[in-house]
Structure formats: structure tokens, C-alpha cells
């Protein structure tokens, strides 16, 4: 088994290009493959977000927000901590997509069509819109405080994917993922530290949608028991 160890690399900032902490963190990981190590692997994405290769840098979980580049400081870079590490830089997400499936993140409906398609107004569209945006990277998960202390945390991506569905006026599938979103480990481990709010590369409001998520569940669960007693 191979010892984890950390190299020393200088790689020259360009102010009009490095600006960004996500350009210059993927520019001097491609600059390590081409002049130093040809096997570290940089991911085929460019500046555009992957989980797999989400790093730490200046203590900053994960690295791909619009922050600006702290000049002419040297910094740790690290491979994501909520993963495990297959190689580097990279991260097994094989956890990640597992969850992510558990939930059922796709249509369901049982009903025949009456028409050609299912429709939907614009503001029944809009209802979804920006959950549908996410990319399925899991940077959110490396910023996500909660993940650290409890892995078993169901994640904000995987509940936001869960809400895309559950708000979507085609769909009838709220109660199947109920029994995974309403576990001890689904939705209420959250506590709205926003990480995964500041971290996410399409400013997706994940964290609130977490909370609709929690409403919608007592909500529901409310109207069960009403019925019961109704009985």
C-alpha cells in the first residue's frame, strides 16, 4: 500500500487569467501534469465543476466558488475529504450516486396519458427550475459540514434531485421517496449551515430547498394523521 505524501510545486500567477481561485487552481494542476508528473490525473472538465476532482485549498471547501485568488500565498491542495481517494487528487463517488439513486430522482406515474404528452403551465415549469439546473457534481457534499460528522446524512444534492421531482405537477412519486427522505439520515440531519449554498457552481438554493422538503414531509405527515382521526 502506497504512504500518502505531499509535493512542493510553483506555478506562476497570472493576474489576468489566475484571478479566479477555480482558474488558478485548474491551471496549476494541469501545469503539474505537463512539467512534473505526467500520471497526476486533472480531470477532462477544465475550470467546470466535477466532484471527483473538487480540492481544498486556503482551508475553502470546496474550491470551485467565484472567489478571488489570494496573491502570492502558498496553499495545501488537497483532494475532497468527504470521499474516499482513488488516485491524487481524485474521489471515489460511488457513495454519492448510491444515495442519489435511493430516491428515485425521475418521473413517476402510473396514470395513462390522455394526451400526447403531460402538460404543464409556465409557472407549473417554473416550479422546478432551478433544481433541474444541478449538474450532479457533488461539490456540494465536500462542503457540507454535516456529511463529516454523520456520512450516512442522505446530502443536499440528493435531496435537492428528490425535491426537482416532488415539485413537478407531472410527478406522483412524493410518497415513494418519502420513506428515504424522512428517515433519521434523509432530510432533518440538515441544520442550514448554507455550505452547500455558497459551494454549489449553479447558485442553486439547495439549502432551501432542503427546508421546503422538511415542510412538505410535516406537512404531509399532518394530513395522515388528520385522516387517521377523521376515521
Known amino acids: ?18 484571478c479566479w481561485m477555480c482558474s488558478w487552481i485548474s491551471n496549476i494542476t494541469k501545469t503539474v501534469r505537463w ?3 505526467k ?3 486533472t480531470g477532462s472538465a477544465g475550470p467546470m465543476p466535477c466532484g471527483s476532482m473538487a480540492k481544498i485549498a486556503w482551508r475553502v471547501k470546496p474550491w470551485y466558488g467565484m472567489w478571488r485568488t489570494p496573491m502570492g500565498l ?7 475529504d468527504t470521499f474516499r481517494v482513488q488516485r491524487d487528487l481524485i474521489v471515489n463517488q460511488s457513495v ?4 442519489y439513486r435511493s430516491v428515485r430522482p425521475y418521473l413517476i406515474n402510473s396514470q395513462p396519458v390522455t394526451e400526447k404528452e403531460r402538460l404543464q403551465s409556465p409557472e407549473e415549469r417554473k416550479a422546478f427550475d432551478r433544481p433541474t439546473q444541478c ?3 457533488a461539490v456540494c457534499f465536500s462542503a457540507c459540514p454535516i456529511l463529516e460528522e454523520n456520512p450516512r446524512f442522505l446530502g443536499p444534492a440528493v435531496i435537492a434531485q428528490a425535491a426537482r421531482f416532488n415539485k413537478d405537477s407531472r ?3 412524493f410518497g415513494d421517496r418519502q420513506s428515504v427522505l424522512n428517515d433519521p439520515d434523509g432530510v432533518w440531519p440538515c441544520q442550514n449551515h448554507f455550505e452547500c449554498t455558497r459551494s454549489c457552481p449553479r447558485s442553486i438554493p439547495i439549502t432551501k430547498l432542503i427546508n421546503e422538503t422538511k415542510r412538505e414531509i410535516e406537512a404531509d405527515q399532518k394530513n395522515i ?7
Open 1 to 18: 500500500m502506497n504512504i500518502p505524501m505531499n509535493r512542493r510545486y510553483t506555478h506562476p500567477l497570472n493576474p489576468r487569467i489566475d
Open 135 to 137: 449538474i450532479r457534481c
Open 74 to 80: 502558498s496553499s495545501p491542495l488537497n483532494p475532497s
Open 35 to 37: 512539467r512534473f508528473e
Open 96 to 99: 454519492f450516486f448510491e444515495k
Open 171 to 173: 410527478d406522483m412519486g
Open 39 to 41: 500520471a497526476v490525473p
Open 225 to 231: 394523521k388528520g385522516q387517521r382521526q377523521n376515521i
